[in-house]
């Protein structure tokens, strides 16, 4: 088995310039020339984007809550093999996960899990000394999470510095490992639901900038050297089957977020995937069998969408053909009667689910879902068990016509079941705000066996 070097880059809080530091390291090492793997922990769908786009390595999400131990260290193993090191992002602070009582989903939690040491990232502005009960207070948390240093972000000054390294020499077995001048302009901007997507970031010298940054602050040998190599044992994967259904999945600026293992799960079950673009394209590809319709921000392209009217015409006639169409969050936006803006208006979207969906201010939901589904599907038989997460801003603003669209989700939140319509069924097409991963449950092959009849 091989060894490479690898660790969690962790953060005491959301904010903190974990994913800056993370993405500045990702694209410093790998313009070293090491083949850098890197991974998400938790749900999000953007940061992945950008990782994929410093490192030019597909970027792999893990879950604590979402999935099993055994898929985490599967899907960790089956690419950083063949890697010279690897990066796990962690979620939110260190310890922050499912609940307040419970480890289920949070950065350490997932470094347990995988055996690996954390780099943790501490935003030091207007702390000196008090760093340092900070950094014990996480170090002493949980005694069995390794720390193996702490970069301290949006450090002032030399003399700060200084400040922070003497205070450090409280805690000896916790090396510091880099501090990184205030650059608050050098990070992406954001929006609802978190940073611009890297499909829409047009300037890659962000990257470049950022991984200057780093290297300019940070001894990469130094930290190299702090964290210890781990063995690596790829799962013996079965060769890929013969495709048995073409699957259309749509992928633009509009619809973007995917799960990768998701994607990879489908093809081991046998189908072909055929990306197409809802904004652009005219038509539907050939000859497909199923429609799989991600979530992204629809509410940002409603009047694309709306004006690409051949295109809704053919997804309208394709529910009507029977075959399966399966759509999370914006996905599921796209498919029902129009999208409200209220900056901007009402746009007629696909009008398969004949309710509305109108953009808050606010975000409407926000939290891990599990889901047991209360009729057959696409998704598998009555009783169907998956996990996934829910984050959104758009609600259904009016009553639900229960004869037109029947819901087939049974939820539960962290606090017990939820009374929520949830998991829409017309025909054969299902459209939920529930991302579902995949890896929890047999939803990917059931898909494509009910695609496939």
Known sequence: MKKIRACVIAGTHSGCGKTSVSLGLMRALSRQGNTVQPY???????????????????????????????????????????????LVEGV???????????EDGSTAHMAKQLGLPVVLV???????????????????????????????????????????RDAMGLLPDVPVLGCL???????????????????????????????????GCLDLNVLLSAIPEVEIAPPNDPDLPEPRVRLGVARDEAFCFYYAENLRL??????????????????LPEDLDALYYGGGYPE???????????????????????????????????????????????FAMTGLFPVRAIMNERFRALGYRAVETSADSLLGPVGTLARGHEFHYSAIEEPLAQEAMHAIYFLRDRKGPRDTPEGFLVGNTLGSYVHLHFGSGNVARSFVDFASR
């Open 40 to 86: 998400k922990c938790g749900p999000d769908f953007i940061d992945p984007g950008h990782h994929t786009r410093a490192c030019g390595r597909i970027s792999h999400n893990l879950d604590g809550w979402m999935l099993s131990p055994g898929i985490n260290r599967d899907i960790f193993h089956r690419y950083a093999a063949g890697c010279d090191l690897a």
């Open 92 to 102: 939110m602070g260190l310890h922050d996960g499912y609940s307040g009582t419970r």
């Open 122 to 164: 501490v935003d030091a502005r207007a702390m000196a000394r008090s760093a340092a009960a900070l950094v014990g207070g996480y170090v002493g948390f949980d005694p069995d999470v390794q720390v193996a240093g702490v970069i301290f972000n949006r450090v002032g000054s030399e003399s700060h510095a200084g400040l922070l």
């Open 181 to 215: 001048k205030r650059e608050e302009e050098i990070g992406f901007s954001s929006r609802h639901l978190g940073l611009h997507t890297a499909d829409e970031e047009e300037d890659e010298s962000r990257y470049e900038r950022l991984a200057d940054w780093v290297d």
């Open 266 to 283: 489908l093809r081991q079950a046998g189908a072909e995937l055929v990306e197409f673009s809802p904004m652009r394209d005219k038509k």
């Open 300 to 346: 940002l392209y409603a009047f694309e969408l709306s004006q690409n009217t051949r295109m809704k015409k053919q997804v309208r006639a394709f529910h009507e053909s029977g075959r399966p169409i399966y759509a999370e969050c914006g996905g599921f936006m796209y498919l029902m009667r129009d999208i409200v803006n209220r900056e901007q208006g009402r």
